[in-house]
């Protein structure tokens, strides 16, 4: 089977930075997309930005020109930049990994246990 450990959550001032890193391990056969989702104190889980093998990214509106995210495919690892911090950024942040593991036989979602990220105004 596999996993996802992400790093790098933590507390920041109002236009500050982040790096945030999530790392697959396991027994992986092939990972497909990737990507990060945030759910906020009182709302549903939502999108951040996601990321495909040949490298074709989605962001969500609110984080377009802010947040870049990429992925190290030889370290099975997916990271998000994100700068211009805002408070509404603040929230639990998951990653996310399609993965073709030995639990197979077809590809699973996977998700990380997820880091805090509060941003303070």
């Known amino acids: 089977q596999g996993q996802l450990v992400e790093s790098g959550g933590g507390l920041v001032q109002a236009g500050g930075s982040l790096r945030l890193s999530c790392a697959a391990s396991?027994?992986?056969?092939?990972?497909?997309?990737m990507g990060w989702y945030r759910r906020a104190p009182g709302q549903q889980r939502a999108l951040v930005a996601t990321?495909?093998?040949?490298?074709?990214?989605n962001y969500a509106d609110s984080v377009k020109g802010r947040f870049t995210i990429s992925r190290d495919d030889a370290k099975n690892t997916v990271y998000l930049q994100m700068n211009t911090l805002k408070p509404e950024d603040t929230a639990v942040y998951y990653c996310?990994?399609?993965?073709?593991?030995?639990?197979?036989?077809?590809?699973?979602?996977?998700w990380g246990q997820g880091t805090q990220v509060t941003v303070s105004s």
């Open positions: 396991g027994s992986i056969f092939s990972i497909d997309t």
């Open positions: 990321i495909t093998p040949g490298g074709d990214t």
């Open positions: 996310y990994a399609d993965m073709l593991t030995t639990r197979g036989p077809q590809f699973d979602d996977y």
